[in-house]
């Protein structure tokens, strides 16, 4: 990957290509960032610009200028392939009779990195490894493999570079790798890529220099969603503004119609504000047929939506991001349910994506969600009692 093709990020691309030029790359990094905000693209575009041997410079929109790949030297076309022999990755994975390393996994990983490359744990446990109900991790014996690697000579590269992605399921086997990190053989290159520092051992931790990546900013998720997906600009600021700087939510949210989004939410509050249990409940066992993402989805656009119903009650319309067909419906939300109500469904629908994250059983929460929210409508006083309190006993 060439850093051309990492969103955003430009004051990280900046720094690790200095390092390179003035000859400081640390030998242990840990590249510390929230899912989707591209820490796993970076590794790939650095490890592939330490090895170029053609390295470029390319000047940016303010006049800066930071380095890149060619591209197309003999280690980048390895590279690009994933098939270097000096550039290894390690990551979690669920362990078989037939595949016990991550060097079993391979195939199904450079699959992952090339489409993937901003998914997280969740997507390349279930929707490549289809270990559903499978926890994975980085085993012993992988980090065994990962010292047998090193003790081995380079193979063509100056560097040899060792990508670990999401140290937090290494555990405490983590500490195998202490000296190591500390004491790298010479020319040795960690890259660890990870989400929560919570849950890496502290013992890694001090030994790494760690560099931050923060969620990737709305003016660069925006020209990305519009030349990725080939999308006009008013619907790449909405999933942008969505998204949240996380280029994984975006490339789900891609998926979901915005247009049909918004007659669902419209079916739903007519039925619960007309009291048309019959229709709520057809309603709910469309929603319950939905798959797992497309719920969540459904729950984030909802957050999204009455957070801007919310904004129009508080006379802040003007900053609206709401298209015309959905602002007739949220101004006549705004007035049936006033600030304390839309406050309450704000905490309602987060709480329901935490839920449909947790695979719980989607029709008896629906059931919960929907008579909760048809209270709302009905009576004076707002019903604050937590409807997962009652249910998930
Ligand atoms: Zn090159």
Redesign the pocket.
């Known amino acids: 990957m060439l850093f051309k093709n990492v969103i955003g990020q430009t004051r990280i691309k900046l720094q690790l290509t200095k390092g390179v030029a003035d000859n400081r790359v640390s030998h242990a990094q840990l590249f510390l960032g929230p899912e989707g905000s591209g820490n796993l693209a970076m590794a790939l575009a650095y490890s ?1 610009y330490i090895n ?4 470029q410079t390319v000047a940016i929109e303010d006049g800066t200028v930071h380095g890149d ?5 003999p ?2 076309l390895k590279a690009q392939k994933f098939i270097h022999p000096d550039i290894h990755f390690t990551f979690p994975f669920v362990k078989t009779d037939k595949k016990e390393v991550c060097a079993d996994w391979m195939v199904e990983w450079r699959q992952f990195m090339l489409n993937t490359p901003y998914g997280g744990y969740n997507e390349w446990i279930t929707q490549i490894i289809e270990g559903e109900n499978k926890q994975g991790n980085i085993t012993a014996r992988e980090c065994q493999e990962i010292m047998r690697r090193l003790s081995l000579k380079n193979y063509e590269s100056t560097y040899k570079i060792i990508i670990l992605w999401l140290p937090e399921y290494l555990g405490n086997e983590g500490n195998r790798l202490l000296k190591i990190l500390e004491e790298p053989p010479e020319n040795t290159v960690f890259m660890l890529i990870a989400h929560d520092q919570e849950r890496i051992i502290n013992t890694i931790m001090s030994r790494v220099q760690i560099v931050k990546f923060p969620r990737i900013a709305d003016q660069d998720m925006i020209p990305a969603i519009v030349e990725r997906f080939k999308v006009g600009l008013p619907q790449a600021k909405k999933i942008a503004a969505l998204s949240d700087g996380n280029f994984n939510e975006a490339t789900q949210l891609i998926d979901i119609h915005e247009d049909a989004n918004t007659t669902m939410i419209r079916e739903w509050m007519e039925a619960c504000y007309r009291h048309n249990v019959k229709a709520l409940f057809a309603w709910n066992d469309r929603f319950v047929k939905m798959g797992r993402e497309q719920q969540k989805n459904f729950f984030q656009y909802c957050l999204h939506f009455f957070r801007e119903v919310l904004l129009l009650e508080a006379g802040a319309g003007s900053l609206s991001k709401l298209s015309d067909a959905e602002l007739k419906t949220a101004e006549g939300l705004g007035k049936v349910l006033g600030v304390d109500r839309i406050t309450f469904i704000l905490e309602l629908f987060d709480k329901c994506i935490y839920f449909v994250e947790r695979n719980v059983n989607a029709k008896i929460m629906m059931t919960f969600v929907s008579v909760t929210l048809l209270k709302q409508f009905q009576s004076n006083s707002i019903n604050t009692r937590p409807f997962y309190e009652k249910w998930s006993r």
Do not use: A, D
Request: charged share 15%.
């Open positions: 592939q170029c041997e053609n390295k790949s060619c591209g197309t030297c280690s980048c």
